[in-house]
Each structure stands twice: as C-alpha cells, then as structure tokens.
C-alpha cells in the first residue's frame, strides 16, 4: 500500500508466516516512484524507515523463505532487490487460484483477477481494510485455499 507526499512515495509492507503470525508491518520511503496500489492515509503512525533499514529487516524476513505474492511480478517489484534475491522464491496467489478454478473464470477473459474477486468467489472474508497486513492475511487465506486438496 502506498502513498505520495512532497515527491516520494511511502509504502507498507507486511510480512505474514504460515501461522498467520504478522512478522514484520513498517513503512518506507521508495527510493523511485513506482505505481501505487490500494490507498493509503495522509500521515502513518510512525516515521517511515529509511530505505537501507527496511532492506536490511527485509532481506533477514526474506532470507530462505518462500514469498506468496497477489500477482507476483508486480508484489516483487516493490521489494528491494537484496531482499527478493535472499528469499527462496515467489510464488503467486493469483495464479495458483487460476490454476484451481480456471483461468478467467474470475475477472473475465485476458483480466488479471482482483484479490477481492478471489476471495469473493472462495468464500473468503474480505480484508477489514486496505492495510497491508490485512492484505497479507487475506492473501494468506487465499493462498491455503487455492493449494488445499
């Protein structure tokens, strides 16, 4: 989640294990604009961290993990690059759901499904709000009910 002030970009980031633990939630300065995702408010409840302190905490999260990313691609890309490198590999929600469902059966032919068609049609609770640890929850969710047997 993402929002611009004075030129810069200030994203949250979180980080959800198996457990549905959060392990990490912080804010920080994209060093480069990128395109933003969902909303954010105005002002965070914290100075956002520098972006070599959230690459640093990062990259420990991501050390040997397996990342489960909403449209993979586009998640990856707003990790900074040491981080994505350290982690074990990203795999994608979106397209895991695909697989089980049918592609284009959600979203509509040539469309990249929603997170909240997804889980709409899994039967899933919508996330309580945009934050991204209820985004990583609900992905969380989704995650284990596309890969259930």
Request: net charge neutral.
């Amino acid at each position: 989640m993402g929002v611009s002030t004075s030129g810069y970009h200030v994203l949250q980031y979180a980080f959800v294990d198996s457990r549905g633990e959060v392990v990490m939630s912080a804010y920080t300065h994209a060093p480069s604009p990128v395109a933003l995702i969902g909303s954010a408010p105005a002002k965070v409840g914290a100075e956002p961290l520098s972006p070599e302190a959230f690459e640093r905490m990062a990259t420990q999260i991501c050390a040997g993990a397996r990342l489960i990313g909403f449209h993979k691609r586009l998640q990856g890309g707003l990790l900074p690059e040491r981080a994505r490198r350290a982690a074990a590999g990203l795999q994608c929600a979106a397209q895991t759901f695909e697989k089980r469902v049918g592609r284009g059966e959600v979203g509509g032919r040539g469309e990249a499904p929603s997170l909240a068609a997804c889980l709409e049609h899994a039967g899933l609770p919508q996330p309580a709000s945009d934050d991204a640890e209820a985004q990583a929850l609900a992905v969380r969710d989704l995650w284990r009910w596309a890969t259930a047997a």
